[in-house]
């Protein structure tokens, strides 16, 4: 299975101290790589949407409140698109679909 190539080999080819350490940084990466999207979406949104658009006058703790209320709308969405979604490939045609939206109205 293709898909667990990088877990056997680090199981099987490592001792198990690498291992652990191994997909301990694989994990962190990608936990880092999620985190920062979901929070450069949510700040810009909040700037440029909620800000700009909705309530020009709002204070850093109504922003800060608007940012973390967008953060688990993003959050959630993000889930519910990672569940549906059976390929990485519409994953990818979703996205770029929505990027040319935005960026292109």
């Known amino acids: 299975n293709y898909k667990l190539a990088v877990p056997l080999c680090?199981?099987?080819?490592?001792?198990?101290?690498i291992t652990f350490i191994g997909l301990g940084a694989v994990s962190?990466?990608?936990m880092s790589s999620?985190?920062?999207s979901v929070l450069g979406v949510s700040c810009m949104f909040t700037r440029n949407v909620f800000q700009r658009?909705?309530?020009p006058k709002?204070?850093?703790k109504q922003m800060m409140w608007a940012l973390r209320g967008t953060i688990v709308v993003n959050t959630t969405i993000a889930m519910v698109i990672a569940i549906t979604v059976k390929?990485?490939?519409g994953l990818y045609l979703i996205c770029s679909d929505l990027v040319f939206v935005l960026l292109f109205p």
């Open 10 to 17: 680090l199981n099987y080819l490592c001792p198990p101290v």
């Open 28 to 30: 962190a990466a990608v």
């Open 34 to 36: 999620t985190d920062s």
């Open 53 to 55: 658009v909705f309530y």
């Open 58 to 60: 709002a204070t850093d």
């Open 87 to 89: 390929s990485v490939y």
